[in-house]
């Protein structure tokens, strides 16, 4: 009998394949770290703190010209703030640009311009995309409800802040969403 050369395939030989380990694709990623997360917010404050930036310069310009007086009035400071403020209208614009760039970010893949500078995106549990109305509706609004009631909502706040400290690092948010925040 000879020996079979190389070039020549044994059709009894065991398969000649490359072997590689495979990662789990089904798994919710690598966690964003906790100072990413809150960089992600600082940043989101930021940015929407410049859209708004307008009308709070409109308003302390108004109120400065108003004087002491105007200063203690409520109504002369919404009024100032609010109705006769010239930079409101720049301040829509800004608004709905931001808006508009952060809709298209949570809607495309589950980031707040914040988290995209930042590298981090919110997906499900399970590792899948996290829908726009999931995020919006969950995770914002209702989280947001209890800001609406006093004493209730400093403990809220604080509740979901520490929560991130837990092993899973989901805050009470992500719990009522069922979603993680990992690295995109």
């Keep these: 009998m000879s020996t079979p050369t190389p070039n020549t395939q044994n059709p009894y030989a065991p398969p000649a394949a490359r072997v590689e380990d495979v990662t789990d694709a089904s798994g919710p990623g690598e966690l964003a770290g906790r100072g990413t997360r809150f960089g992600a917010i600082l ?4 940015i929407l703190g410049v859209a708004e930036g307008p009308a709070i310069f ?6 400065a010209a108003g004087g002491a007086a105007a200063m203690t009035d409520r109504m002369a400071i919404l009024s100032a703030m609010y109705l006769h403020n010239p930079y409101m209208p720049i301040t829509g614009v800004l608004f709905c640009i931001w808006a508009i760039i952060t809709i298209v970010f949570v809607a495309r893949n589950g980031q707040s311009i914040g988290k995209r500078i930042c590298g981090i995106k919110v997906v499900r549990t399970d590792g899948s995309k996290a829908s726009f109305w999931r995020i919006f509706l ?6 947001g409800i209890p800001s609406l009631i006093p004493i209730v909502s400093t403990i809220y706040f604080l509740v979901d802040s520490l ?3 837990s092993e899973s690092r989901q805050c009470l948010h992500d719990k009522i969403a069922s979603t993680l925040v ?3």
């Design 138 to 143: 969950l995770r914002n609004l209702v989280n």
């Design 43 to 46: 940043l989101d404050g930021l």
């Design 182 to 184: 990992v690295k995109a």
């Design 58 to 63: 409109g308003g302390i310009k108004a109120l």
């Design 163 to 165: 929560m991130i400290f």
